[in-house]
């Protein structure tokens, strides 16, 4: 190996992010010291943004399997039987501190990598969605990160031509340092036509395909996987540079060379790029591999063995091909105009070798660079338990008009219209139902068959209680799901945490973990990809614990899927589900009474599962004309956003005996929903409810241009609206923020 390499020194090693006992680890396995592109090698598979080496203990805990489940964790994405032959590819990935560095192109190369991970799999992507997470308002850097963020998605997706159908935006100040940019892709294939990453046969050609490899995005994944600091803004060179037109003919190439029955395995060069695919693919194949650098296609000179192996360049592939079929497939990539490059070999030795210009620059045991990474029990304390908020012992600090308009006008829960506008949403001539309601439907290639698709979470619960907040996040996607009358069907997972070597973050994680695992298992919800982002710290301060849920739901006949718009004057509202008025950890006392304390409300999976059955025949019977989830902001916020939705007011009825009224109006209980019926339908439905145990009460009716919350002041929509469609807009329009450098 070549002597002209920088000489491995302990503070070489720590600047890949590897500890000294993790070095005393590869200096056991090789027996030797490592050259400095072994070192890369290492660095990228087993930091922790590759390896989980701090999660995979709790990670194995969730329920992956289920009757539906052609493919759980563990592949580029999960996949869904969902009938007729179909299935549903999904997964959910993380691209937090490439996009604080650099949002337009963090942003737009999550999206990218995440589309290219359900292609991977043999699906045609069909939607994307995202969960973005920012700073407080007033922080000088928060508006630039926005319109950077929700630039770059955009801009990918709308020119890779995937619609964007949903996802969520929140803003608190613990996010002031450290953005989270969570981005969603699902796809469609047939169900026996999934391609994986498994390499089979020993002397097949390993080939590059896609994109040229240039020196962008070199160290991306172990820059994932570190704290910030002062320095933050000069790894902006770690940040790499999409191009979504390379990769719509990336994709089409792809699916018309797996139709041409060429490709033996497949995997996209994502984190830690060429290295990781190419061990990915001969580990799992129980095959070794041999890469011959000086094939691989480049855009800048003179690049090293250690840069190609980390260049994180996107729009690129690695395959195993059939032999006899190399002529088919470099044709189709030459047609598409697209890097066909044969750069390596499978092999029977286990071992991974890399060689540029004949000289041997990495000879390394394949299986144990994945299999040997560290894997932590990292010691954990669990979060102290938080004292019930009693609604009653809180002073209004004002009216329940006042309340409504400062909820509705505020960042947190003010219309999300000013980003899901710069998405195209349509294209594809799919999409039944747009971004704003509590989930996306797109038909399944013309329908009537469709799909729902949501991403939740509440973070503030998460930090109060990580356990009950872990199940509420699952139960919320749920609900999401439900709310527009599709069968829950799958979840994939963003786990978004600080530093999980200080006990008090990894104890988040674990309850986080653990909560999501009984939610998933008492509503027949399996986890079946995701990802884990840690570390997301800047200097020393964490963000509030975020364990994003993507879920995905089926829908037999998309026409019936239900809307949050209230529909006709003189129909009645009810409520599904019981209410005590819990105010704790909610919008009202965070954003209102300026308190953000106590114990979020505890999550009832059976209330949640009955509940949710029932709402769910109400709209298959076509009983229910409109359906909403109760969730942030309460009651009479869920209310006012079927009243703007369907532009039409409501009388409602005086809060029940005994109840506050900020409580009654304001309080987040979970396993609840608002629904219309027609009056005449009202009777039957409590009853129906009574029946299977659950709890239904008619509180009000449709009508009018105002809503009027029992004796309290009438509360115009109009002024609602303003409020609520106007804080975005006037938000973005404000003075322009140059770039602020990192806190």
Same mark, same amino acid.
């Given at each position: 190996?070549?002597?002209?390499?920088?000489?491995?020194?302990?503070?070489?090693?720590?600047?890949?992010?590897?500890?000294?006992?993790?070095?005393?680890?590869?200096?056991?396995?090789?027996?030797?010291?490592?050259?400095?592109?072994?070192?890369?090698?290492?660095?990228?598979?087993?930091?922790?943004?590759?390896?989980?080496?701090?999660?995979?203990?709790?990670?194995?805990?969730?329920?992956?399997?289920?009757?539906?489940?052609?493919?759980?964790?563990?592949?580029?994405?999960?996949?869904?039987?969902?009938?007729?032959?179909?299935?549903?590819?999904?997964?959910?990935?993380?691209?937090?501190?490439?996009?604080?560095?650099?949002?337009?192109?963090?942003?737009?190369?999550?999206?990218?990598?995440?589309?290219?991970?359900?292609?991977?799999?043999?699906?045609?992507?069909?939607?994307?969605?995202?969960?973005?997470?920012?700073?407080?308002?007033?922080?000088?850097?928060?508006?630039?990160?926005?319109?950077?963020?929700?630039?770059?998605?955009?801009?990918?997706?709308?020119?890779?031509?995937?619609?964007?159908?949903?996802?969520?935006?929140?803003?608190?100040?613990?996010?002031?340092?450290?953005?989270?940019?969570?981005?969603?892709?699902?796809?469609?294939?047939?169900?026996?036509?999934?391609?994986?990453?498994?390499?089979?046969?020993?002397?097949?050609?390993?080939?590059?395909?896609?994109?040229?490899?240039?020196?962008?995005?070199?160290?991306?994944?172990?820059?994932?996987?570190?704290?910030?600091?002062?320095?933050?803004?000069?790894?902006?060179?770690?940040?790499?540079?999409?191009?979504?037109?390379?990769?719509?003919?990336?994709?089409?190439?792809?699916?018309?060379?797996?139709?041409?029955?060429?490709?033996?395995?497949?995997?996209?060069?994502?984190?830690?790029?060429?290295?990781?695919?190419?061990?990915?693919?001969?580990?799992?194949?129980?095959?070794?591999?041999?890469?011959?650098?000086?094939?691989?296609?480049?855009?800048?000179?003179?690049?090293?063995?250690?840069?190609?192996?980390?260049?994180?360049?996107?729009?690129?592939?690695?395959?195993?091909?059939?032999?006899?079929?190399?002529?088919?497939?470099?044709?189709?990539?030459?047609?598409?105009?697209?890097?066909? %490059?044969?750069?390596?070999?499978? *092999? #029977?030795? @286990?071992? !991974?070798?890399?060689?540029?210009?004949? $000289?041997?620059?990495?000879? +390394?045991?394949?299986?144990?660079?994945?299999?040997?990474?560290?894997?932590?029990?990292?010691?954990?304390?669990?979060?102290?338990?938080?004292?019930?908020?009693?609604?009653?012992?809180?002073?209004?600090?004002?009216?329940?008009?006042?309340?409504?308009?400062?909820?509705?006008?505020?960042?947190?829960?003010?219309?999300?219209?000013?980003?899901?506008?710069?998405?195209?949403?349509?294209?594809?001539?799919?999409?039944?139902?747009?971004?704003?309601?509590?989930?996306?439907?797109?038909?399944?290639?013309?329908?009537?068959?469709?799909?729902?698709?949501?991403?939740?979470?509440?973070?503030?619960?998460?930090?109060?209680?990580?356990?009950?907040?872990?199940?509420?996040?699952?139960?919320?996607?749920?609900?999401?799901?439900?709310?527009?009358? %599709?069968?829950?069907?799958?979840? *994939? #997972?963003? @786990?978004? !945490?600080?530093?999980?070597?200080?006990? $008090?973050?990894?104890?988040? +994680?674990?309850?986080?973990?653990?909560?999501?695992?009984?939610?998933?298992?008492?509503?027949?919800?399996?986890?079946?990809?995701?990802?884990?982002?840690?570390?997301?710290?800047?200097?020393?301060?964490?963000?509030?614990?975020?364990?994003?849920?993507?879920?995905?739901?089926?829908?037999?006949?998309?026409?019936?899927?239900?809307?949050?718009?209230?529909?006709?004057?003189?129909?009645?509202?009810?409520?599904?589900?019981?209410?005590?008025?819990?105010?704790?950890?909610?919008?009202?006392?965070?954003?209102?009474?300026?308190?953000?304390?106590?114990?979020?409300?505890?999550?009832?999976?059976?209330?949640?599962?009955?509940?949710?059955?029932?709402?769910?025949?109400?709209?298959?019977?076509?009983?229910?004309?409109?359906?909403?989830?109760?969730?942030?902001?309460?009651?009479?916020?869920?209310?006012?956003?079927?009243?703007?939705?369907?532009?039409?007011?409501?009388?409602?009825?005086?809060?029940?005996?005994?109840?506050?009224?900020?409580?009654?109006?304001?309080?987040?209980?979970?396993?609840?929903?608002?629904?219309?019926?027609?009056?005449?339908?009202?009777?039957?439905?409590?009853?129906?409810?009574?029946?299977?145990?659950?709890?239904?009460?008619?509180?009000?009716?449709?009508?009018?241009?105002?809503?009027?919350?029992?004796?309290?002041?009438?509360?115009?929509?109009?002024?609602?609206?303003?409020?609520?469609?106007?804080?975005?807009?006037?938000?973005?329009?404000?003075?322009?923020?140059?770039?602020?450098?990192?806190?």
């Amino acid at each position: 190996m070549s002597s002209a390499e920088p000489a491995i020194t302990p503070e070489l090693v720590a600047s890949h992010g590897l500890k000294p006992d993790e070095y005393d680890r590869v200096l056991k396995l090789i027996g030797r010291t490592p050259s400095f592109t072994e070192l890369g090698i290492f660095s990228a598979m087993w930091n922790e943004h590759c390896s989980y080496k701090s999660s995979k203990r709790w990670l194995k805990t969730l329920p992956t399997t289920g009757p539906l489940v052609i493919q759980g964790p563990g592949e580029n994405a999960g996949v869904v039987d969902i009938g007729d032959g179909d299935a549903v590819v999904f997964k959910m990935e993380s691209h937090n501190h490439p996009s604080f560095i650099e949002p337009y192109q963090g942003a737009a190369t999550g999206v990218g990598g995440i589309l290219r991970d359900v292609f991977t799999m043999g699906a045609r992507p069909v939607a994307a969605l995202n969960a973005l997470r920012f700073g407080a308002p007033e922080h000088p850097r928060t508006r630039h990160l926005v319109s950077g963020v929700v630039a770059g998605v955009g801009g990918y997706g709308n020119s890779f031509g995937v619609p964007t159908v949903g996802g969520l935006v929140g803003f608190h100040s613990r996010y002031d340092g450290n953005i989270l940019v969570n981005a969603m892709a699902v796809g469609l294939a047939r169900a026996d036509s999934i391609f994986y990453a498994k390499a089979t046969g020993v002397g097949l050609p390993v080939v590059y395909l896609g994109s040229k490899t240039g020196r962008d995005g070199i160290h991306g994944a172990t820059m994932a996987s570190a704290e910030f600091d002062d320095a933050s803004e000069e790894k902006r060179p770690t940040v790499q540079v999409g191009d979504p037109f390379a990769e719509k003919l990336l994709l089409e190439a792809c699916l018309e060379l797996m139709a041409s029955g060429s490709v033996v395995a497949i995997q996209d060069m994502g984190a830690a790029g060429l290295t990781c695919s190419a061990v990915e693919m001969g580990a799992k194949g129980d095959l070794g591999i041999r890469l011959d650098l000086e094939n691989v296609p480049v855009r800048e000179e003179g690049m090293t063995a250690y840069e190609m192996m980390l260049s994180e360049s996107q729009e690129r592939m690695l395959m195993v091909l059939d032999p006899a079929k190399e002529d088919i497939a470099r044709a189709i990539f030459v047609k598409w105009g697209l890097d066909f %490059a044969v750069v390596g070999r499978t *092999t #029977d030795d @286990l071992r !991974f070798k890399v060689y540029l210009h004949g $000289e041997l620059k990495a000879d +390394l045991p394949i299986k144990e660079l994945g299999d040997e990474a560290p894997e932590y029990d990292r010691p954990y304390v669990d979060t102290p338990k938080q004292q019930q908020v009693a609604a009653a012992n809180i002073d209004a600090p004002a009216s329940t008009r006042d309340a409504l308009l400062t909820l509705m006008g505020s960042a947190e829960l003010s219309s999300r219209r000013w980003v899901w506008e710069q998405y195209d949403h349509i294209i594809l001539g799919e999409t039944v139902q747009k971004p704003g309601g509590d989930a996306a439907v797109i038909r399944v290639e013309g329908g009537p068959k469709g799909l729902a698709l949501t991403a939740d979470v509440t973070p503030r619960y998460c930090e109060a209680d990580p356990f009950e907040g872990g199940k509420q996040a699952v139960a919320e996607a749920w609900r999401n799901l439900t709310a527009v009358g %599709a069968a829950p069907l799958a979840v *994939t #997972d963003n @786990l978004n !945490f600080g530093n999980p070597e200080k006990p $008090e973050i990894m104890g988040q +994680l674990v309850g986080c973990i653990k909560g999501i695992g009984e939610a998933c298992r008492a509503l027949d919800f399996p986890v079946v990809s995701g990802n884990v982002s840690l570390y997301n710290e800047t200097q020393g301060r964490a963000i509030l614990p975020t364990p994003t849920i993507g879920a995905v739901g089926k829908l037999d006949d998309v026409a019936k899927s239900a809307t949050v718009a209230f529909k006709r004057e003189g129909e009645a509202v009810l409520v599904i589900g019981d209410a005590k008025g819990w105010l704790g950890r909610s919008c009202w006392l965070w954003l209102v009474a300026g308190r953000e304390e106590g114990a979020p409300p505890p999550v009832d999976l059976s209330a949640e599962k009955r509940n949710g059955d029932f709402v769910r025949s109400l709209i298959q019977a076509g009983v229910a004309t409109a359906v909403h989830d109760v969730s942030d902001g309460g009651l009479l916020v869920a209310i006012a956003e079927m009243a703007l939705a369907g532009r039409l007011g409501a009388r409602l009825d005086e809060p029940y005996s005994g109840a506050t009224p900020h409580g009654y109006w304001f309080g987040e209980d979970q396993a609840r929903y608002v629904v219309t019926v027609s009056e005449a339908d009202v009777g039957t439905v409590i009853d129906a409810a009574s029946g299977v145990g659950v709890t239904a009460s008619r509180i009000g009716s449709v009508g009018g241009d105002r809503l009027i919350p029992g004796s309290e002041a009438p509360i115009l929509l109009n002024e609602v609206r303003e409020l609520h469609e106007g804080w975005f807009p006037r938000y973005m329009a404000g003075p322009a923020v140059e770039a602020a450098p990192a806190d």
